[in-house]
Nanobody, 119 residues
Framework: QVQLVESGGGLVQPGGSLRLSCAAS????????WGWYRQAPGRQRELVAT???????EYADSVKGRFTISRDNGKKAVYLQLNSLNPEDTAVYYC?????????????WGQGTQVTVSS
């Protein structure tokens, strides 16, 4: 059973920055693409950033140019740097590995980390 542990969220003013971390116990961590997802109140969970096993990154249009995803295979960790935050970025952020069809690999999610952008 893989464990996903997200951290680094908090309350930040508009325009501020945060760095999220995800620690994964997955055996084949380095072989998988990984993604950061978020879920705002009353909305479906959405994918915001992906990094492949080769380090290729993709972003949702809403965060492109502001968020940066990275990974450290040695630490089995995935990171998300959030810059120029705005209130619309308020959500619980989760990480998960991604399958080839883009769907989350693991059915069991971590607890997530809350990001609140407010003045």
């Amino acid at each position: 059973q893989v464990q996903l542990v997200e951290s680094g969220g908090g309350l930040v003013q508009p325009g501020g920055s945060l760095r999220l971390s995800c620690a994964a116990s997955a055996i084949f961590f380095s072989s998988y693409a990984w993604g950061w997802y978020r879920q705002a109140p009353g909305r479906q969970r959405e994918l915001v950033a992906t990094i492949t096993s080769e380090g290729i990154t993709e972003y949702a249009d809403s965060v492109k140019g502001r968020f940066t995803i990275s990974r450290d295979n040695g630490k089995k960790a995935v990171y998300l740097q959030l810059n120029s935050l705005n209130p619309e970025d308020t959500a619980v952020y989760y990480c998960n590995a991604r399958k080839g069809d883009g769907s989350p690999r693991y059915a069991s999610w971590g607890q997530g980390t809350q990001v609140t952008v407010s003045s």
